[in-house]
């Protein structure tokens, strides 16, 4: 059975809402695990967010995940 117009508008919508939702979160996994790396390898918290434009204590909060 065929989906109406608005029907397929509606579910391309969700569609797309739930796509962007996985690729945020992705992304916000990603940059945890470089910020993390980068600390890692010697960087300080400070250097962290002078390359990125962050403020240390974000740097911080988003290697630990909050």
């Given at each position: 059975m065929a989906m109406d117009p608005?029907?397929?508008?509606?579910?391309?919508?969700r569609d797309a809402q739930a796509r962007f939702e996985r690729d945020v979160?992705?992304?916000r996994e990603?940059?945890?695990k470089a910020f993390?790396?980068?600390?890692?390898e010697?960087?300080?918290l400070r250097d962290i967010g002078e390359l990125v434009g962050l403020d240390r204590s974000r740097v911080?909060?988003?290697i630990?995940?909050?």
């Open positions: 608005t029907q397929k508008a509606r579910k391309a919508v979160e992705a992304a990603a940059r945890r993390a790396q980068a600390q890692k010697g960087f300080s911080g909060q988003i630990r995940g909050d």
